[in-house]
């Protein structure tokens, strides 16, 4: 197990365009987190899925995101009609299930501008 | 209000000089304090949690410890590949992760 992957690495999309991301988290881990993160800033909670089940949305996440995880395997996170504020490293996470002691493993992010 | 303050923002320091990294916080019951390391353009890596008060952690050069308001992380003789931003974060009984906005450590040779 290579960790949890995101692709692509970097997006750069017109205003207004639809954006997709893919994140495929450890295989064995049944917790999936998206986070959003600017410079300067600390990760931003987005949402999270146990197995294919979205729990919980942060009320930052407009009508304009919507994120999925069919079969509780890998997630999607889809942005449609980019804005410019949406340019932001785009952080997916997994853990096993809440235990503290683990922490989350992250992905390396996707990059995306909005120009 | 759930809330994690880190400071210093940044810190420059030459290699082999030892210094601390500061995370306060207030939260609802603490269900565990994370530390977490950045590399520009990746995403964070685990380092250490914490769950109590008195509580130590260490690895290579890193000790992470714990009282009821504050952790810190103290790195002994660093060394420039230990320049990247340390994130804290925690978790409290809503189990939300509440993140701070890191340190930038820079570790000159």
């Known amino acids: 197990d290579t960790g949890v992957s995101q692709n692509p690495r970097h997006k750069i999309t017109k205003r207004g365009q639809n954006v997709t991301f893919r994140c495929d988290p450890i295989s064995e881990h049944n917790r999936l987190y998206w986070y959003r993160q600017t410079l300067g800033q600390g990760p931003e909670f987005l949402t999270y899925?146990?197995?294919?089940?979205?729990?919980?949305k942060s009320r930052l996440l407009s009508d304009r995101f919507s994120a999925e995880r069919p079969k509780g395997s890998f997630s999607t996170l889809e942005i449609q009609r980019t804005e410019q504020g949406d340019s932001a490293m785009y952080l997916c996470a997994s853990s096993p299930e809440y235990r503290v002691d683990y922490g989350y493993t992250f992905g390396s992010g996707t990059r995306l501008t909005v120009v | 209000e759930d809330q994690v303050t880190q400071s210093p923002e940044a810190l420059r320091l030459q290699e082999g000089e030892s210094s601390s990294l500061n995370c306060s916080y207030t939260v609802s019951g603490l269900r565990g304090l994370f530390w977490y390391r950045q590399d520009p353009g990746k995403g964070p890596e685990f380092l250490f949690t914490l769950y109590s008060a008195g509580e130590e952690k260490e690895k290579e050069r890193l000790k992470a410890t714990l009282t009821k308001k504050e952790s810190f992380l103290h790195i002994t003789a660093p060394k420039p590949e230990d320049s990247a931003t340390y994130l804290c974060?925690?978790?409290?009984?809503?189990?939300?992760?509440?993140w701070g906005l890191g340190t930038s450590l820079a570790v000159n040779p």
């Open positions: 899925f146990q197995n294919e089940a979205q729990l919980e």
């Open positions: 974060a925690v978790a409290g009984n809503n189990r939300k992760l509440i």
